[in-house]
């Protein structure tokens, strides 16, 4: 493994409108007993080589001091979170100029994605130890695929060959990703991952194959989903 360093970057400002709870989503209680927050850092933070962590919050987050995870020592610090995923992310990366370098690597991961493996994260690490960009894990799409265009009426099915359905942790290095989610915003493409940004930036990720219980949860079937793929881990 590479001697540079890792950083987590975790965006935890979602409203989560779909879940219709009065609960954040990522507050939700899981079977286990522990938030879908929590179980998510509890597996990002078990991993060796994450050196420190950011996690970037809504302004108005009253719930995140009462995570058994707030005091961890790996929390380096909480930023404020956006209203878009890519102004939550700069925002976390901020907070680690001056403590990251360029060529360290960041890891930024969905809140709300508690069912990631171990296993899956140490593969990320390990494919990426040398690349000069970085990567994500994905699923390949097994589907077949239909684009719809009026009324929903199909127009054509998609090859799906060589279709992913892109998943977290993405990890980039820290400096390409700082500049190129800076761009992304200044041109206002709408970057809806780390990738995307890349991509607009003109740099090549590579994909690393993980399991489809690596799910976010965003509707009440996804958190049963959730539930029962936890009770396999």
């Not at 370098?101 to 899956?120: G, Q, T």
């Not at 890349?198 to 949860?217: A, Q, R, T, V």
Request: with cysteine.
């Amino acid at each position: 493994m590479s001697k540079d360093d890792y950083f987590l970057i975790v965006p935890a400002s979602g409203i989560g409108s779909r879940m219709n709870s009065s609960i954040l989503k990522q507050y939700i209680l899981l079977d286990n007993g522990l938030t879908v927050i929590d179980q998510t850092l509890k597996t990002l933070l078990g991993i060796d080589a994450i050196k420190g962590c950011v996690i970037a919050i809504s302004q108005n987050d009253s719930e995140f001091k009462k995570s058994r995870f707030y005091d961890h020592h790996k929390i380096l610090s909480i930023s404020s979170g956006g209203k878009e995923r890519i102004n939550s992310v700069l925002s976390a990366m901020e907070k680690l100029v001056g403590i990251a370098k360029d060529n360290d690597w960041i890891l930024v991961h969905d809140a709300v994605r508690p069912c990631v493996k171990s296993e899956e994260i140490l593969l990320l690490i390990e494919q990426l130890d040398g690349n000069s960009t970085g990567g994500l894990l994905g699923v390949k799409i097994t589907d077949t695929v239909k684009q719809i265009g009026n009324n929903a009426i199909i127009e054509k099915t998609i090859d799906r060959s060589n279709l992913w359905q892109a998943c977290t942790p993405q990890m980039y290095r820290f400096g390409l990703l700082y500049k190129a989610l800076i761009k992304a915003q200044i041109d206002g493409i709408g970057a809806t991952d780390e990738a995307s940004a890349i991509e607009h930036s003109n740099l090549k990720s590579k994909i690393i194959p993980c399991g489809k219980s690596n799910i976010k949860i965003t509707t009440p079937q996804d958190l049963e989903l959730a539930n029962y793929y936890l009770r396999g881990l």
